[in-house]
């Protein structure tokens, strides 16, 4: 089967210590995308990639950081910088590029507390 | 800054209504239009995506895009409590990104 995997479903962390969110895609698409969402509010884009080797900051990448080593993997690292984790983190893919192209579809998401 | 309203809600309507879901956007360079349905902890699932002015069905969902306008509509005819859920709102401006209304809260009663 075809889709987005994220793993672990729930994670739980002590403040101070960086965690590392795992984002597997087998759709062959280019671009992967992390996002974050808090209660009552919409979807905050934190890092996005376009190809391999290569990412982009979103709106609040501030305290976190990626790679992209591979087409199909998109970790991402919530570091002790980050001020407020505790959110619900969503992995996502696009083809990238050309007609229709820029549908988005989610994984079923990581949810972060750090108490 | 690009942004995308959506009235949160919540929208109440009987089982066998139509429900209309409103978003308007702000940029006019804006190119391709998408509902997610996100239901109560999980992630968002795309339902229909819109790129031409007018109306795209879809089973029971209708997408209608008016771009003079900058408002995007999703009706969902014949309402079922499993509708119940948050639909949001994305639009592109043929970059790679997204960008997400917060969403409407849709209830469905039986």
């Known amino acids: 089967d075809g889709g987005i995997t994220q793993s672990p479903k729930y994670l739980f962390r002590k403040e101070g210590q960086n965690v590392t969110l795992s984002c597997e895609q087998n759709l062959n698409h280019d671009a992967m995308y992390w996002y974050r969402q808090d209660p009552g509010q919409g979807l905050r884009l934190i890092y996005y990639?376009?190809?391999?080797?290569?990412?982009q900051k979103g709106d609040i990448a501030e305290g976190y950081s990626v790679s992209r080593e591979k087409k199909e993997s998109f970790p991402l690292t919530v570091t002790s910088a980050q001020k407020n984790p505790t959110a619900f983190y969503l992995c996502a893919s696009s083809r990238g590029g050309g007609e229709n192209s820029y549908e988005q579809y989610f994984g079923p998401g990581t949810r972060l507390t750090v108490t | 800054q690009k942004e995308v309203e959506q009235n949160s809600g919540p929208l109440s309507v009987p089982e066998g209504a139509i429900a209309s879901l409103n978003c308007t956007y702000s940029?006019?360079?804006?190119?391709?239009f998408f509902w997610y349905r996100q239901y109560s902890g999980k992630s968002p699932e795309l339902i229909m995506s819109?790129?031409?002015?007018g109306d795209k069905e879809d089973g029971r969902f209708t997408a209608q895009l008016n771009k003079a306008s900058q408002y995007v509509s999703l009706l969902i005819r014949d309402s079922q409590p499993s509708d119940s859920a948050t639909y949001l709102c994305a639009v592109n401006d043929n970059t790679d990104k997204l960008i997400f209304g917060t969403g409407t809260r849709l209830q469905v009663f039986p």
């Open positions: 819109i790129y031409s002015n």
């Open positions: 990639s376009q190809i391999v080797n290569d990412f």
């Open positions: 940029d006019r360079g804006s190119q391709s």
